[in-house]
């Protein structure tokens, strides 16, 4: 029976596995006119028994297939998954500008058939310098590349463009800044950001993916690698002409020294790679701002467009002093955080209270767009039949340029006589509101009587209550004095804090590795080393080398064979980059190096 069990789940198991086989499409979205390039063709299993492409036009087959196979083994919590992937590599040229489909593939695995997503690629100008078939391209001077160590670094090589999508605009008009990078070298993913404080400006912060989208743009005939780094939406306070201030970015610029030899280099623990840190200043940018014309009486403040208001008013029917809620809805485009709540002209026998907010936008090029709910809350007095005139929202368009009031619908409620109390019955779990000062709500509840001379002060249970906060402040006082000595000492936090950080950056070094982005997963991996044992040996960045490393780890007691362990994955993670073969398999293995040697070394740190 046990046999059974196990054969239907295996069964199972392979049909499911068959069920979800997938074809993903790997290739740059943008490339050069007469340039070869990579198209990969990712299946997530080894059991693919043909592949074919589709008819393309403008395209040209240079060499393929070439066929690469992985696969990992993972233990979470005793829980073991596998995973497989076989790669179907082609290389094609693109002889003219436009935009063109790339091939389809169609795999047969487990006796069914599977197709891969569309995809395109944009040719563009070409800089006349392309790679010939099946071999990388050389980088011309207006392609990215690696410099070599002391070549200097112009402005046109890097730089950052501070651009807004209008520079005349209204006051309280949204505006887009974006700050977006223009590089012709290899820099690392990292930079460092010191944005401007902006006077005369409300801003919001558009949130965008932690890992940046990198296009291929001309710019004066020149090819660069482009990526947005941040965007704001600025709502200008103040009228007149305003400056945007220039910002800081620094980056780190890596260049190779050709002088040192790769194969001494990597014996000798060395590396030919060299990271120069380069500060760019992003220009300062004026806008005009024109003030808004003449405001009306009922203007509530929102600029923008594609405002709408809607209401509702609930129960329609209730007794006198019972609450109703009226719930008005404005949606649009614009300064929806600054505006003020639409003004509701309830009737004279009707107690009205403040609006509660609910802010439902979120910030996108446009300014905030989405909802803001205002719901109001009243209660009539007397009973009658009561209409609320309709509510009235106006705001600044920023299409036409003029003033517009929107309108609700009236809204009616008939009240019933109902009780006749001065006490208002509590609606939302609220507290009882005593209506009149001289006339207070009779207390219905058992009273509990003491006697005369029974006090809590000067009783036994009051000394010990006295003592025992007394007793519980020295300790808090002592808990707060250790704590605090602990804290001083920042070369033992920073100790204790090595393997966290080394625990992250390892875990950031993993999804690189998933992603098989190879240059972000070997920096990751070297950032973990060093970041470990710096922090463990409390050495600043300065002196932070392989030779004090090596000292101060022996004299903390650990082995030799440990220290030259950490040395060797250094080595083989600066050779990486550099080495011929199928990156996944080095990455794969780096990767368990580095987290078996960061294991041994905090058993004896």
Known sequence: ??????????????????????????????????????????????????????????????????????????????????SSKTTYTYILQAKKQGTYKLPVATVKSGGQTYKSNQASVQVLEGSGDQGSAGQQPQAPANRVRTQQAGERITASDLYVAAIVNKHKVYEQEALLLTYKLYTLVTISPNYIPEIAELDGFHVQEVKLPIQKDVQTERVNGKTYQTAVLSQY?????????????????????????????????????????????????????????????????????????????????????????????????????????????????????????????????????????????YDYTAVPRHGGKFSVPPVEFCYFDTNTKSYRTLRTDSFHVAVSKGISSGVRRPTNQEDLTVLNSDIRYIKTAPTTLKSQGDSFFGSLSYWLAYGGAL?????????????????????????????????????????????????????????????????????PATDLNKENAAQLMQARGVTTESVERFLSVLSDCEFARYAPGDPSETMDKLYRDATEVINQLDSKL
């Open 1 to 82: 029976m046990k046999r059974q069990i196990i054969f239907f789940f295996l069964l199972f198991s392979i049909a499911n596995a068959w069920s979800q086989v997938k074809v993903t499409v790997q290739a740059p979205s943008q490339v050069e006119e007469g340039q070869s390039f990579r198209v990969g063709y990712a299946v997530n299993t080894q059991e693919v028994e043909d592949i074919q492409l589709s008819e393309t036009s403008g395209l040209d087959l240079l060499y393929g297939p070439s066929v690469s196979r992985s696969s990992s083994f993972s233990m979470v919590n005793g829980k073991t998954t596998h």
């Open 471 to 539: 007793a519980l402040f020295l300790l808090m006082v002592a808990i707060f004095y250790r704590q605090a000595k602990a804290n001083a000492n920042v070369a033992r936090q920073r100790g204790r804090k090595a393997s966290k950080a080394a625990s992250r950056r390892l875990k950031s070094a993993a999804k690189l590795l998933r992603g098989g982005q190879a240059g972000a997963f070997y920096d990751e991996v070297t950032r973990a080393l060093w970041g470990y044992v710096g922090d463990k040996l409390n050495l």
């Open 233 to 373: 939406v600025l709502f200008p306070q103040k009228t007149g002409k305003l400056t945007i201030p220039s910002s800081k970015f620094e980056f780190e610029v890596r260049q190779v020294d050709r002088s040192i030899n790769p194969y001494d280099a990597f014996f000798n623990g060395g590396s030919q790679v060299v990271r120069i840190q380069k500060n760019i200043v992003a220009p300062a940018v004026e806008l005009q701002v024109e003030a808004l014309p003449t405001r009306p009486a009922n203007f509530s403040g929102a600029v923008g467009t594609q405002f709408s208001v809607s209401g509702s008013l609930s129960p329609e029917q209730v007794d006198a002093n019972d609450a109703v809620s009226l719930r008005l809805v404005v949606s649009g485009v614009g300064n929806m955080k600054l505006m003020k709540a639409p003004q509701v002209q309830w009737p004279k026998d009707f107690e009205s209270y403040d609006p509660k907010t609910s802010d439902k936008t979120h910030v996108g090029s446009n300014g905030a767009s989405g909802n803001v709910v």
